[in-house]
Every structure is written in C-alpha cells, then in structure tokens.
C-alpha cells in the first residue's frame, strides 16, 4: 500500500493565493488608505504584545514547585536520552516560566538495538509535555520539548 497526501504543498500554495490577494488588495488602496491600515495593524500588533506580556507576567507569579520537580526529572532522563545517543543537548529554564530541553545531532535513531531505558526515557519524555518542536537546523536535527513550569 502506499498513500500520498501533499497537505504541506497544499499549505503553501493556500498561503501565496492570500499573499496575492492582500498585495492586490493593497494595490487597490490610496496611499492615506495603506497608511491609516498600516496604523490600525501597528495597533493590533501592540495590543497583542501587552496582552502577551500581561500572560507572562501572571505565568511568573505561578511557579508551580511540582512542575519545576518534575522538570528535572525529566532533565535527568534527557542527559540520559542525549549520553546513549550521541546528541548535544541543552536543558535551560531560565525564563522561569518555561523549560526546554533540546536535542541536535545528525539523526536520531531509535531501534532494536537502543537500550529499553533509553528508548522509555525518551517516551517519558515525548508523553510528559505539552509542545514538541522539530526543525532543520544547519543539516542538523534539533528537537525540542517545552515544558510549562507555571
């Protein structure tokens, strides 16, 4: 069997057929009119940092110590994860609020041949938070998993 879906083509052609409809659009105002929605943008775009802010802010006064504990639990399973693999891994909780734990490297390889406590510590970590983040970085993997402290 074999199943061929292009939803990230998809994606990006969705996204140039809007771009084309805002530059048309911007064509079509005077130039007070690009000023006066430049502005209002500006303004939205402010609002949504105050806001932003505000959250942060809130986030900070509600440390919670559980899950600053259970971070380094799992702080402990990544040096663990990133030792038996050969990864660089950086774990950092300096903005208080949230923690990261980042793995680089060529590939990750999980198989057979991968010891069961790398492989459950790595699971421990994949089911423990709530955003993973995985991106190309200078032909390089990076993987990252956010963890809320608040």
């Known amino acids: 069997m074999k199943i061929r879906r292009l939803y990230y083509e998809e994606s990006k052609m969705s996204d140039r057929i809007i771009e084309e409809k805002v530059k048309a659009k911007m064509c079509k105002m005077s130039e007070e009119e690009?000023?006066?929605d430049k502005k209002q943008k500006l303004m939205e775009a402010q609002a949504i940092?105050?806001?932003a802010k505000m959250r942060i802010d809130a986030k900070l006064n509600n440390i919670s110590q559980e899950r600053v504990k259970h971070f380094e639990k799992m702080a402990k399973k990544a040096l663990h994860v990133a030792q038996e693999l050969f990864l660089n891994v950086e774990i950092d909780s300096e903005k208080g609020y949230v923690g990261t734990i980042e793995?680089?490297?060529?590939?990750?390889?999980?198989?057979?041949?991968?010891?069961?406590?790398?492989?459950q510590d790595f699971r421990d970590l994949m089911c423990?938070?709530?955003?993973?983040?995985?991106?190309p970085a200078d032909k390089l993997v990076k993987i990252v998993f956010y963890y809320s402290l608040s």
């Open 103 to 119: 793995f680089t490297g060529d590939a990750m390889i999980i198989n057979e041949y991968v010891e069961e406590s790398v492989i």
């Open 128 to 135: 423990s938070t709530k955003e993973i983040m995985i991106v």
């Open 49 to 51: 940092v105050e806001m």
């Open 34 to 36: 690009q000023i006066r």
